[in-house]
């Protein structure tokens, strides 16, 4: 495993994006130009000694650095992951760059800063903490702003193969249901939705395998399984993520919509309002944002003759069938044996 | 003061710079200023820390003179320690020492001064305070505050003091006066809402709640921490639910947003929300008990959150003792420590307590399903259902429910699926036979009372003494009766009624019915006596106003006007508001109609408002009628022309039928000049806008008028309008229609085009030519645009093409789906995609159409296409159960009878062969050549299928025989299957000869060469 984990920490050194999903594989000759990368790093060891040097290549046992030696040598020491205690690198300031302009929403300037960072740190995972390596998610973040499924996933599956956190490995797999969403993987959202969902304690944990059910589900016309998705967060999750509840309330208003559930769509509306949650546009559901969006519920509600525009007219075909255990996967609360 | 220049520090009111909250900054030179402290360093430090010694201390910087100190050493060395004592946060110290002062030197002038009297008794009264000698505290500090209170900040924890040890003391004589004092001079203090909360507690505690709730309402209105806020509102709550007030803590629970992630009490919140949502639910509210019970956590969560907000809670005092060792944050702190106790306690109770979850989901779930949301329902019941870990009973009930809610849904399919798993899961349960008479009502409300009624059946069967079984039976009844077989209807209610300890509600019910039902059978001797009997034993029983209008629909059937009258003005006296009132006008109408009072009648039927459009409809025409009957020809065309211009009657139909009765009135008023011309113009006016209808039925009327009216009787007319001459003088209706379609073409009148295509279409499909007829209405597809064509068109058009095998069908069919979602032709849409959909085999997707052809438009024409379509649907499923019932349900159609009957058969037939019941099928192969013989191809068919059948089961004889009475019928000569049975019968005799001897044994007919002949 442990292998395992370095050699993906070497793929990362020729370019992040790889995805393992039958496309090509993305080389981002780019990434190897960051000046950070040629800067030295510290090390310290166990026994206390100290190094600096610029990477100069690693493996899954170790790395090694290099230092210039006069005017023309070069001395290149070799460690083992085992002994190092500690490395320091240049450029944690930058986080607080990347902060700004993260809260600016200017993605392409984070993921500028963010891969000159990556490509520094990357090598170093197997004694970074998780906190450290976590910081790259952000970076995920970006790829999904701009839409940019394929390197998003790349990184995903890096950083998934080193966090173990259960905090921190949920919000990575967030992303990469978001990243199916984008690239309308259907059998690889189903499948990693019901593993969250199953091997999730409870709902409040998180609630977005439910809603990207719901929008894989409301893609494929299926708007009864969309709406008894959406149901789970807006029944079960209290005090969760308020973007969750309000994709919940979106869909189960787009389904009832569809299904020309009229008074039910309204009725979804109305608890929207109250609960103060209005959706907002996010890349791996705009689709469905700008059709609520255009929506005039004020008028439907004074004559909801109107559904006709909005209804589906095969939506309740699918009224007469059973519902599937695998398209609206059995909520598992937890009950306790007292 | 005098330079500044001098190194120590103290502070003082209103001069120098301002320090931090409240505090200044003042240098003195003068050591007696600072006695006890000789690092100026630290004494800073101090004043930044503690506004209250920065108080205290600069009093006595400023007041103590230096001869008083040469003369008293004793006094301010005592003064001296006891400040230190404060200082050092030796509080009981402090107060033996600053008691001793006043033994001591009370009676000194120093003493006296009001310079020193301010430190002294505000630092005594604060050691008082928090060393717990409340009694000493109050003196101090109210003797401080009344003498020398300023309003000033740091005179507020002075104030804030003295509340704190009344509260202690349990003084509460004075407390609203400290209080109010506190609330109205130091509005912006950062403790202000603590206190108001501390006086919202204080009057709950002194069980002033009007006092308590007034100053709630005032923390809710204000800027105060939300934690605050809530938590104020959860203790008005709460106090109101001890009260039994549960309505008002009900309204004040729902009428907030609760911030959940925000709320440091969530067990306090949720187990108010519980106790507030099981007492809505058990006052029927259950949307507000639905929001109510929104707020509730499952067990283990709430759980795991208390403890977490406990941590944090535990954390957050522990850094206020930390930064804060001068306690200026007394109130602060006592406050959440009173917080953290609660919490604490109710965690505590919490854990030992069960898990309230699953209890609490049937509830959360039953709210749902009780108001109708059973999305949610199915939700919540489904997980109960299917939770493995839940005990036998707990999964049982969410089954249950889960059946109920997708029952409310709609979803009989899963309906079904649900109760018949549910038997198999559950087959002792007690809740058993109410899922299959849920089962059955399901059936029942999706219409098909024969399946209903053999799940009635079938549980009346397994539960034979069951309490409800009298309540099966009376429901098998009705539906038999609905069904129109009376006979078993009439026995299951006479079994009902013969049998003993049925309840009385159910006993009223089956013999109405079992009235209702011999009525049905024109049994009204019998019908009269039951209803009149029930009347008389059951005169105040809430079906009495059925009784009555039932007994006189009965007199009027037996033609008995009088007492039909007579009932029915009883009735409409008594019940003017019951559901039959509408009805019971009509029928009065009809009744003065039959007794010849025609005024009365067209006034009573004038009478009937357009708000039910079937019965006005019906009214108007029998107004028409009566019109018709008496020949007031004129008043009848007036009749009917102020139908049809009529626009506020939104439900309007039978327009064309109105348009014929106008023209035939015309016609009878020797104006046939006018009648063709008025209808001429409707065409002209609506035969090219898609969106009026009934053209066809208009042309209907025009092709009978030029039947009925010779061109004669225009001889007299001066036809000015081209047209008009047109239609009169064309040598026959078809031939104007040809014109009218060459027209149509050259003014680019698409949809009238269409239209006049479909007419002709529709007509050649009556004379059976259904080629002609489907490449007709395909010939309409050339129109530019569907856009052109209305509902009708679009489905004639879309279902020809398709059954024709042109894919571009579909389009015009979803089009119409589109376009026209409520006209009663897309049918025709349900239908032809149901088609498309099993030529693709999609199975599904065909069955699901059909679905909804029975759902929405069972009464099309179509209807019989559309069922047999759905036997084959089954067929191909496997579902032969269920084929099997379309098909029987299609042989229940009275107005099926004919060709549908017999392609139901042949259905039957097929599917008992796919079966391996080939004994059955043989029965309905031989139903069809004895039962149609009108249908020569179909009797061909049946022949040759039950002669293989009978082969195929060893039965050779009947094979032959089968056989030969195929061949025997000349009629039947020119169908394929006739020469494939004389091949076949050929080589059954050559494989077993002995079958020829037996047949002349047995006496039959030897037969000819030539019959063997191919």
């Known amino acids: ?338 | 003061m005098d330079s500044p220049s001098l190194s120590r520090g103290v502070a003082q009111p209103g001069s120098a710079p301002a320090l931090g909250a409240g505090g200044r900054w003042f240098e003195s030179s003068r050591p007696d200023h600072f006695p006890s402290s000789s690092n100026p360093t630290l004494s800073l430090n101090l004043m930044k820390r503690t506004l209250l010694i920065l108080l205290m201390c600069s009093h006595h910087g400023v007041s103590v003179s230096l001869a008083a100190q040469q003369e008293s050493m004793t006094f301010v060395e005592l003064y001296s320690m006891a400040r230190q004592q404060f200082l050092s946060e030796n509080y009981e110290s402090a107060v033996s020492h600053f008691s001793q002062i006043e033994e001591f030197f009370a009676e000194e002038e120093e003493f006296q001064e009001e310079v020193f009297q301010k430190p002294y008794r505000s630092m005594y009264g604060m050691s008082a305070l928090l060393s717990g000698r409340n009694e000493i505290a109050v003196e101090q500090l109210e003797n401080y505050l009344s003498t020398h209170y300023q309003k000033t900040k740091e005179e507020a924890l002075l104030v804030m003091g003295l509340i704190w040890a009344l509260r202690k003391q349990g003084d509460s004589g004075k407390l609203s006066q400290w209080y109010d004092l506190f609330l109205q001079d130091y509005p912006d203090h950062r403790d202000r809402y603590l206190v108001q909360f501390d006086k919202m507690v204080w009057h709950f505690e002194l069980d002033q709640d009007g006092k308590a709730e007034a100053e709630f309402q005032r923390i809710w209105d204000s800027i105060a921490p939300s934690d605050l806020r809530y938590r104020s509102r959860l203790m008005v709550i709460q106090r109101l639910m001890d009260q039994g007030d549960l309505q008002k803590s009900s309204d004040l629970l729902l009428s907030a947003h609760w911030e959940i992630s925000s709320m440091p009490e969530l067990a306090f919140l949720a187990f108010n929300s519980l106790k507030v949502g099981e007492w809505l639910m058990a006052e029927g509210r259950y949307e507000e008990a639905i929001k109510a019970f929104s707020k509730v956590p499952f067990y283990s969560v709430l759980l795991e959150k208390q403890r977490s907000q406990l941590k944090t809670l535990d954390m957050g005092l522990a850094s206020l003792q930390k930064d804060d060792p001068t306690h200026r944050s007394i109130i602060r702190e006592s406050h959440y420590r009173t917080v953290a106790t609660q919490m604490r306690e109710r965690l505590k109770h919490l854990e030992v307590g069960s898990d309230y979850t699953v209890t609490f989901l049937l509830k959360y779930g039953r709210c749902f399903l009780f108001s109708g949301r059973y999305a949610e329902a199915w939700v919540i019941f489904r997980s109960l259902a299917l939770r493995g870990e839940l005990d036998a009973l707990e999964k049982e009930q969410g089954w249950y429910h889960w059946i109920l809610a997708s029952y409310g849904a709609g979803n009989w399919d899963e309906a079904r699926s649900l109760c018949l798993r549910f038997g198999e899961l559950y087959p002792d349960s007690a809740l058993l036979p109410k899922a299959l008479f849920m089962l059955a009502r399901t059936q029942q409300d999706a219409g098909d009372l024969a399946r209903a009624n053999l799940v009635l059946s079938d549980l009346m069967k397994r539960f034979p003494v069951h309490e409800d079984f009298p309540k099966w039976q009376m429901t098998r009844g009705f539906n038999f009766a609905k069904l129109g077989e009376s006979g078993d209807a009439l026995r299951d209610f006479e079994e009902v009624i013969d049998s003993n300890s049925v309840p009385e509600v159910i006993l009223i019910r089956t013999r109405y019915w079992k009235a209702v039902t011999l009525s049905s059978e024109n049994r009204f001797i019998d019908a009269l006596q039951g209803l009149e009997s029930l009347l008389l034993e059951h005169p105040t029983h809430w079906m009495c106003p059925d009784f009555l209008y039932r007994i006189g629909m009965i007199h009027y059937s037996m033609r008995d006007y009088e007492r039909s009258e007579e009932t029915l003005h009883r009735y409409l006296s008594d019940f003017p508001e019951h559901h039959f009132s509408h009805e019971a006008k009509v029928l009065l109408g009809d009744v003065s109609m039959a007794k010849g009072e025609l005024d009365r009648a067209i006034k009573l039927f004038a009478e009937v408002l357009p708000n039910d459009p079937k019965l006005f409809m019906y009214s108007q025409f029998q107004i028409g009628k009566i019109l018709k009957a008496t020949e007031a020809y004129d008043e009848l065309e007036r009749h009917f022309k102020i139908y049809v211009d009529d626009l506020t009657f939104a439900g309007k139909a039978r327009i064309s039928e109105a348009l014929y009765w106008i023209a035939w009135a015309m016609n009878q008023q020797d104006r046939p000049h006018e009648a063709i011309p008025f209808l001429l113009k409707a065409v002209r006016d609506y035969g090219n806008d898609p969106h009026s209808g009934e053209l066809l039925e208009i042309l209907d009327q025009l092709a009978g008028l030029k039947k009925s009216v010779s061109t004669e009787s225009f001889a007299n007319v001066d036809l000015e309008d081209e047209r008009v001459l047109e239609f009169v003088t064309s040598t026959n209706f078809q031939s104007w229609i040809e014109l009218e379609i060459e027209r149509a073409q050259q003014i680019s009148a698409q949809t009238y085009f269409a239209r006049l295509q479909l007419y002709e279409a529709l007509q050649l499909r009556r004379r059976k030519e259904y080629d002609l007829a489907r490449a007709a209405i395909q010939n309409i597809s050339l129109v530019d645009s569907m856009e052109v064509l209305d509902a009708q068109l679009l489905g004639e058009v879309g279902l020809a093409l398709l059954e024709d095998e042109f894919e571009s069908g579909e389009r015009y069919l979803r089009r119409l789906l589109v376009r026209f979602p409520n006209t009663p032709h897309k049918a025709l849409a349900f239908y032809g995609l149901a088609l498309f959909k099993l030529r693709q085999d999609e199975t599904d997707a065909a069955k699901k159409w059909l679905l909804k052809f029975e759902k929405e438009t069972a009464n099309h024409s179509r209807a019989a296409d559309a069922k047999l379509l759905m036997g084959e649907v089954y067929a191909r499923i496997g579902d032969f159960e269920e084929g099997i019932e379309a098909y029987r349900e299609l042989l229940r159609w009275k107005q099926a009878r004919g060709k549908p009957h017999v392609d139901a058969l042949k259905g039957l037939a097929r599917l008992h062969q796919l079966n391996n019941e080939n004994d059955k099928a043989i029965a309905y192969w031989q139903r069809v050549y004895t039962l149609y013989r009108a249908y020569l191809e179909d009797v061909s068919e049946a022949y040759l299928r039950s002669a293989e059948l009978f082969e195929k089961i060893g039965d050779f004889r009947s094979g032959l025989k089968s056989y030969d009475e195929f061949i025997g019928q000349k009629d039947l000569s020119g169908f394929s299957d006739y020469v494939t049975a004389k091949q076949k019968r050929r080589e059954l005799v050559t494989k077993h000869p002995e079958l020829l001897i037996l047949e002349d044994e047995h006496g039959g007919e030897p037969l000819k060469e030539e019959d063997l002949r191919l």
């Not at chain 1, 970074?128 to 390596?133: G, V």
């Not at chain 1, 996933?153 to 978001?178: A, F, N």
């Not at chain 1, 199916?180 to 939705?193: A, D, I």
Request: hydrophobic residues 40%; contains cysteine.
């Open chain 1, 1 to 338: 495993m442990n292998c395992l984990k370095r050699l993906s920490a070497s793929v990362l050194l020729l370019g992040f994006g790889i995805w393992t999903y039958g496309q090509n594989v993305e080389f981002h000759q780019n990434d190897l130009l960051g000046t950070l990368a040629s800067k030295p790093v510290s090390i310290m060891l166990k026994n206390g000694n100290t190094f600096e040097g610029v990477l100069d290549s690693f493996k899954d046992t170790g790395f090694s650095i290099s230092q210039s030696v006069g005017a023309e040598g070069l001395a290149v020491m070799t460690f083992v992951w085992e002994d190092i205690d500690e490395v320091g690198f240049e450029g944690d300031g930058l986080w607080e760059e990347i902060d700004v302009s993260f809260e600016k929403k200017e993605w392409k300037e984070c993921i500028r800063i963010m891969r000159v960072l990556y490509e520094q740190r990357a090598p170093f995972f197997p004694i970074l903490s998780e906190t450290e390596i976590f910081q790259f998610e952000k970076l995920v973040t970006c790829y999904i702003e701009i839409q940019d499924p394929t390197a998003a996933m790349g990184l995903i599956r890096q950083l998934e193969s080193w966090v173990k956190t259960p905090e921190y490995l949920l919000k990575i797999r967030e992303h990469g249901l978001k990243v199916f969403l984008l690239s309308g993987m259907h059998e690889e959202l189903v499948k990693l939705s019901r593993t969250m969902i199953y091997e999730s304690p409870h709902i409040t944990i998180s609630s977005f395998p439910w809603v990207a059910l719901g929008f894989q589900h409301l893609k494929r016309k299926r708007y009864r399984e969309a709406w008894l998705c959406a149901i789970h967060p807006l029944l079960f999750d209290q005090g969760g993520d308020s973007a969750h509840i309000s994709d919940a309330f979106m869909i189960a208003q787009i389904a009832t919509l569809k299904m020309k559930e009229v008074s039910i769509a309204l009725k979804y509306y109305d608890d929207m309002v109250e609960a103060s949650v209005y959706p907002i546009s996010k890349p791996y559901q705009t689709e469905w944002h700008d059709w609520w969006t255009s929506v005039d519920w004020r008028s439907l509600r004074e004559n909801t003759d109107e559904i006709e525009k909005y209804g589906d007219i095969e939506s309740d075909l699918a009224h007469s069938t059973d519902t599937r255990e695998e398209d609206v996967p059995v909520i598992r609360f937890p009950v306790l044996q007292n």
